[in-house]
């Protein structure tokens, strides 16, 4: 069973918030990452980290920011939230060596912006 | 950017049938995994495939690892409620570094009792 976090579970935000999504993990998994998913709708990679002080833009571009300051922790930053980034967000985890490639996923957050 | 392909894009079955869904690509892929996602949740890790040709089992669940490594299959047995979801299946690209996986369209299966 994966233990990946994620707070809150649901955020209803004015535009022009600042709002941080939270992501934790307790499997000491090097790799962290974001995904944006529209409802029913396939993930969309956006952020992903290789470890502490290593972030990289995925294949979606975002307008969000992310920050990799300790193993655990792999937080995402909308400086100022828009309607277009109604969505929910996944967290997803890896390990090292044979199984990295297995992502485990947090519950995510679905974000509306009004 | 790389694409797979998933299909059926959706399946109506009867509870006890037998349930085949298959993601494709034009690309070859090092790895396939296979998820199912439950309305309100983050995607759950069914079966990871990780060499051309492979078999692999999870209870009613079958997975394979086509010999071309650009496609890959799903077959659920017997299928009951809780089978209900999206499926989606996941490939990893050989790029050295990457680690990252590209995720077809979903697969929504639901079932009359």
């Known amino acids: 069973e994966a233990d990946i976090y994620q707070t809150p579970r649901y955020l209803v935000i004015g535009t022009g918030k600042k709002i941080t999504l939270e992501c934790s993990q307790t499997?000491?998994?090097?790799?962290m990452y974001w995904y944006q998913q529209d409802p029913g709708m396939e993930l969309h990679l956006i952020h992903y980290?290789?470890?502490?002080?290593?972030?990289e833009k995925g294949d979606l571009s975002s307008e969000s920011t992310v920050s990799r300051i300790r193993t655990e922790h792999f937080p995402l930053t909308l400086e100022s939230a828009r309607p277009s980034h109604t969505s929910q967000y996944l967290c997803?985890?890896?390990?090292?060596?044979?199984?990295?490639?297995?992502?485990?996923f947090g519950p995510g957050t679905r974000l509306t912006v009004t | 950017g790389q694409q797979l392909n998933q299909s059926p894009q959706s399946m109506f079955i009867q509870e006890g049938e037998d349930v085949s869904m298959n993601c494709t690509s034009s690309?070859?892929?090092?790895?396939w995994l296979w998820y199912k996602q439950d309305p309100g949740e983050g995607p759950v890790l069914l079966i990871a495939?990780?060499?051309?040709?492979e078999l692999t089992s999870n209870g009613r669940l079958t997975a394979q690892f086509g010999i071309t490594r650009k496609d890959s299959f799903l077959n659920i047995s017997a299928s009951i409620p809780s089978d209900v979801g999206i499926y989606f299946c996941?490939?990893?690209?050989?790029?050295?570094?990457?680690?990252?996986?590209?995720f077809g369209q979903g697969t929504r299966l639901t079932i009359n009792p």
């Open positions: 996941a490939g990893e690209l050989p790029r050295a570094g990457a680690q990252k996986l590209v």
């Open positions: 499997m000491g998994h090097d790799k």
């Open positions: 997803a985890s890896s390990g090292s060596g044979g199984a990295s490639y297995e992502q485990y």
């Open positions: 980290s290789y470890g502490v002080n290593s972030t």
């Open positions: 690309s070859i892929f090092n790895t």
């Open positions: 495939l990780y060499k051309a040709g």
